[in-house]
């Protein structure tokens, strides 16, 4: 198994662009959730999918949408980027249900300028 | 607002040492707790967990201890070695009512251990 993937592994945007960071797993778990990871911060939840179709927000969801069409994919889109999400950004998947270990990828460093 | 939060920014030991470090909670709600290591360009990376409902759960050279009085997780690493060295993160679970508990995972700021040869 892969486990998590995603792509791209570093980005550099203008403000106002958008991109799709793209993270896939190959473990068929049920739940999936996209964190960012600022400068000497803990990861903080943007949003999450407990299944294909159904998604919902975490902490900080503003300016980012997601769609889980699928169980293996679930894509972070920025539609208009600003510099205030420049970070590291991660993928996760982990089984249903709580109380169960999350896996990561390798996170993708996005800078916008 | 309820957070998780540690106790030191860094932490150097020698090699061979034993490691502890500490975390605080302050929501009485979770009921799932884990610690991650996370090296530098990777992502977190799962170390041990412990439910609730446990004081104590050890793994290969690391223990996770629980203290549900005074909302306190520690972990030690036993006879710590270079490869330890990373960033440590808690985090804590709070019961959502999505299908059982997925709960979001909260993540405290994190604890840089550096191993001295």
């Known amino acids: 198994n892969a486990g998590v993937t995603q792509t791209p592994k570093f980005q550099v945007l203008k403000t106002g662009q958008s991109m799709t960071l793209q993270c896939a797993q190959d473990?068929?778990?049920?739940?999936m959730s996209w964190y960012r990871q600022d400068p000497g911060m803990g990861l903080r939840l943007i949003h999450y999918?407990?299944?294909?179709?159904?998604?919902d927000q975490g902490e900080v969801p503003n300016g980012y949408n997601v769609s889980r069409s699928t169980t293996e994919d679930f894509p972070l889109r920025l539609l208009s980027a600003a510099p205030s999400q420049t970070s590291v950004y991660f993928c996760?998947?982990?089984?249903?249900?709580?109380?169960?270990?999350?896996?990561f990828g390798p996170g993708t460093r996005l800078t916008v300028l | 607002g309820e957070s998780v939060g540690l106790h030191l920014p860094t932490l150097s030991v020698q090699e061979g040492d034993n490691s502890i470090i500490n975390c605080a909670y302050s929501n009485s709600a979770s009921d799932y707790f884990i610690w991650y290591k996370q090296e530098s360009g990777k992502g977190p990376q799962f170390i041990i967990d412990i439910r609730s409902n446990m004081d104590k759960r050890q793994g290969q050279r690391v223990t996770v201890l629980l203290n549900k009085t005074v909302k306190h997780l520690s972990l030690q690493i036993a006879a710590t070695q270079p490869g330890d060295s990373a960033v440590y993160f808690c985090?804590?679970?709070?019961?959502?009512?999505?299908?059982?508990?997925?709960?979001?995972?909260?993540f405290g700021k994190g604890t840089k251990l550096s191993v001295k040869p």
């Open positions: 996760a998947s982990n089984i249903a249900g709580g109380g169960n270990e999350q896996f």
């Open positions: 999918s407990v299944g294909a179709g159904i998604t």
């Open positions: 985090a804590e679970t709070i019961p959502r009512n999505y299908g059982g508990s997925q709960g979001n995972l909260i």
């Open positions: 473990m068929n778990h049920e739940y």
